[in-house]
């Protein structure tokens, strides 16, 4: 690995540097050094994994199929690996991340402890000037950020944080080191994803849990469960069959909708449909359903009802069942959080749902959680309070375009990008599940190996060409952002308030009332097609010189 660091070097140090070193940098790697390019990865994790090192927590797993996770790439890649259980936890996830990366040796490429802070594009000399948290300056013709959806944490801003006398970390941060919950008393705040996978996991393991609640989310059982020796072989055998299945579905994943019709059925034949998928691994009940769900109020609320039918026939209490289904939204607007014993969870006798939509959490204190109603003493504080989304990783680097562009101010307002994957003004750039990416909204790693085949595709061009600089055109950004936004405007997540629609409250500037494009809602087949039109129309969009 070079690790040259002068400024005024004519050849730069690298052809390309791909930052991040989780599911996406591991495949745009391998596939950079099989076509023998001069690439490194650098990280700032202290090893690779991405999501799958950094998100700790208990009950963190897979809501895709394992085998419809990992790479495809790799015949032999899939003949050698178990997947254990249906839905991977995050230990195991952690390891395939690991054993990929050490069966084709891509550690040697990979650079960790490596934070880039800012990045300046020379035009003069048509490079990238990346600016390390370790005081180096590295050079390189192309960057590719591989910078992950949900890599930031936002905590919520409220007021005594730093007087807590007990231990309080985000979700993302979860210790490494074993954390020994027994007899303690544990808060914890937000029912997202992740909220309703550490709350299921946790309840019957700690003393005491109190759960915050702001708003209640849908959910559905993931019904997880091991995969024989025997289920495995099957699965390797049709793993052709079972990815091309992925790429024909709107989302990457095995489910596809059921084109029946909503209206064109009878209440009792949705009735059946629906009483099977809830009961149904994964994703089914959301992806399997019909379409109008999604798309109309009206079917949407049959739909909810019967979710809320189901929630209601899981809780005790019924106080407590009503607080936990949601008013405000219907289910599935936006990706649905997948749950293990969930709900069960509030039947336990050690386990409080706090309301702070009715009594709002007023500070942390010394001692735990004041709400305008009571105080809370806790030993731990969870922060199970979501991300600053896609755009969240960018913002955390200067990154210093063409013309004195700034990404963070042109971005200030909500992204623009092409496909994704290019941003006008900023040269020799291509984000792998970059905002307004196909990728990002789905199965992860069949987005990213879209992602990334389109940007090698791209760069063989720039190298077939000798071209040195290259870059979408404004008029490709907009054209792509505006279809972007009229997609969401075809489904009823256009209203979700989420990371999808770019808001958090607890990032300024992303609060309510705030919409963001943030990502493409056409579906993976319809994505594939428009990057396909791209590269079969002499990279239609994208100029280079
Ligand atoms: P999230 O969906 O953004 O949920 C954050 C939760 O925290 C919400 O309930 C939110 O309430 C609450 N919250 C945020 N700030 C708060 C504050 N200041 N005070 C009180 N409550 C606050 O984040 P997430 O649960 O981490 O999930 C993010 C995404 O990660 C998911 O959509 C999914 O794509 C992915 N994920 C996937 C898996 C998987 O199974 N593979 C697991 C976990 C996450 P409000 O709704 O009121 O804002």
Request: a negative charge.
């Amino acid at each position: 690995m070079t690790e040259q660091t002068s400024d005024d070097k004519t050849s730069p140090d690298y052809e390309t540097i791909i930052i991040g070193a989780g599911v996406g940098g591991i495949y745009q790697i391998k596939r950079l050094t099989d076509l023998g390019v001069n690439a490194t990865v650098l990280e700032a994790g202290e090893d690779l994994g991405g999501t799958w090192f950094w998100n700790r927590y208990p009950g963190a797993r897979f809501d895709s199929e394992s085998y419809t996770y990992g790479y495809s790439f790799s015949k032999e890649l899939l003949d050698e690996w178990h997947w254990k259980e249906r839905f991977s936890g995050q230990p195991e996830n952690l390891r395939y991340l690991n054993y990929v990366a050490d069966k084709f040796e891509l550690r040697q490429y990979m650079q960790f402890n490596c934070r880039v802070d800012v990045m300046r594009f020379d035009e003069a000399a048509n490079i990238w000037r990346l600016e390390l948290n370790d005081g180096r300056t590295l050079t390189s013709r192309v960057v590719i950020t591989a910078l992950g959806l949900l890599s930031i944490p936002t905590p919520p801003r409220l007021p005594g944080m730093d007087s807590f006398e007990g231990q309080a970390f985000h979700t993302f941060n979860w210790p490494a080191e074993p954390l020994d919950l027994s007899d303690k008393r544990v808060g914890v705040i937000g029912t997202g994803a992740t909220g309703i996978q550490v709350i299921g996991e946790i309840a019957d393991k700690v003393g005491d849990l109190t759960v915050f609640q702001r708003r209640p989310n849908w959910s559905a059982p993931l019904n997880n469960g091991p995969i024989s020796e025997e289920e495995m072989d099957d699965i390797r055998s049709r793993y052709d069959e079972i990815f091309a299945q992925c790429k024909r579905s709107p989302g990457g994943f095995e489910h596809t909708p059921d084109r029946r019709g909503f209206y064109n059925v009878s209440r009792q034949e949705r009735l059946e449909l629906w009483d099977r998928l809830y009961d149904e691994p994964g994703f089914g009940i959301w992806l399997q359903n019909f379409l109008e769900i999604f798309i109309d109020e009206e079917p949407n609320e049959e739909f909810s009802e019967y979710i809320a039918g189901r929630m209601r026939a899981r809780v005790n209490d019924p106080e407590v069942a009503e607080k936990l289904i949601p008013k405000d939204h219907g289910f599935g607007y936006q990706r649905v959080p997948m749950e293990t014993n969930y709900l069960e969870a509030f039947n336990r006798e050690n386990v409080h749902l706090v309301d702070i939509s009715e009594h709002p959490i007023e500070e942390v204190t010394a001692a735990g959680i004041r709400t305008t109603a009571a105080e809370h003493d806790l030993d731990i504080i969870v922060f199970a309070t979501g991300f600053d989304a896609i755009t969240g990783a960018f913002d955390k680097i200067e990154i210093h375009g063409a013309d004195g562009a700034i990404l963070a101010e042109e971005w200030k307002d909500g992204p623009s990008t092409y496909m994704g994957s290019l941003i006008t003004g900023f040269p020799n750039l291509l984000m792998l599940a970059g905002p307004q990416s196909g990728s990002a909204s789905a199965n992860f790693p069949r987005g990213i190996e879209m992602g990334v085949d389109f940007a090698t595709e791209v760069l063989e061009h720039v190298w077939e060409t000798g071209a040195e600089r290259f870059e979408s055109t404004p008029e490709a950004d907009a054209e792509w952002t505006a279809h972007v936004a009229e997609m969401y405007q075809m489904l009823l997540l256009r209203k979700a308030k989420g990371w999808f629609t770019g808001y958090n409250s607890n990032v300024e500037g992303h609060e309510e009332g705030s919409f963001r494009p943030m990502v493409y809602n056409g579906g993976f087949p319809k994505f594939q097609a428009k990057l396909d039109e791209v590269v079969n129309n002499d990279f239609k969009g994208i100029v280079f010189s």
